[in-house]
Each structure stands twice: as C-alpha cells, then as structure tokens.
C-alpha cells in the first residue's frame, strides 16, 4: 500500500513553472499537516512549504513569491505550484503528511508518511 502517491516532477527550464501533487490514503483520517520537502545533492533535506487544512501556510523564505501551496481537503492532496524555476530549485521533493490513523474502533494514533519523491531538474 503506498500512502502518499506523489506526481508532477520533471526537467524543465529556468523560468518555467511545474505543478507538484501528493495525495494521501485514506489511512490517515485526520490530517494536522502537510507538507513538500526537498533534498538537493550533497544538502540536507529542507522544508519548502507546508499547510493546514484550515489553510495556514508557512514558506521557506527561498520560494516565497514563487511556490504557491494549497490543498483539497475533500481529495486529502496538497499541491505545490512552482512558478519561475531556478536551477537551484533542482532537488528531490517529498511530500509529508502528519495526522491520525485509527488503530481500532476507540484508539487512534499518530502517523507521520512520507511519499517516495519526485524530482525536480532546473537546467538551461
């Protein structure tokens, strides 16, 4: 069972623009949080953007005016629109999803997943 199915990546062209997708199974019933990550070679993975369903968004000030996140909360996806790539922006990006599961008909737990990533190529 693969519980973040991720979508979206590619190479494009400084300046182009790119639609990332991730959508969470049904595992995870509530949902706190979710979020895109990226790893670029040699670098720790960092946080890009994350949301709530409510709507709060918090950005890494690298991609502000630039990335866009936002979320259908009836499909359980979260979206990170990309817009005005730069080579920097060349990364494996994860999606990440933080809520509940239920264990059994009066427990729930917390459950934190992780997509197996999509990669993003800026180059000219």
């Known amino acids: 069972q693969v519980d973040l199915v991720e979508s979206g990546g590619g190479a494009v062209q400084p300046g182009d623009s790119l639609t990332l997708s991730c959508a969470a199974s049904?595992?995870?019933?509530?949902?706190?949080?979710m979020a895109w990550y990226r790893q670029a070679p040699g670098k720790q993975r960092e946080l890009v953007a994350a949301?709530?369903?409510?709507?709060?968004?918090n950005l890494a000030d690298s991609v502000k005016g630039r990335f866009t996140i936002s979320t259908d909360n009836a499909k359980n996806t979260v979206y990170l629109q990309m817009n005005s790539l730069k080579p920097e922006d060349t990364a494996i990006y994860y999606c990440?999803?933080?809520?509940?599961?239920?264990?059994?008909?009066?427990?729930?737990?917390?459950?934190?997943?992780w997509g197996q990533g999509t990669l993003v190529t800026v180059s000219s």
């Open positions: 049904a595992r995870i019933f509530v949902i706190y949080n």
């Open positions: 949301i709530t369903p409510a709507g709060f968004t």
């Open positions: 990440n999803a933080e809520g509940l599961e239920a264990v059994d008909t009066n427990t729930n737990r917390y459950l934190e997943l």
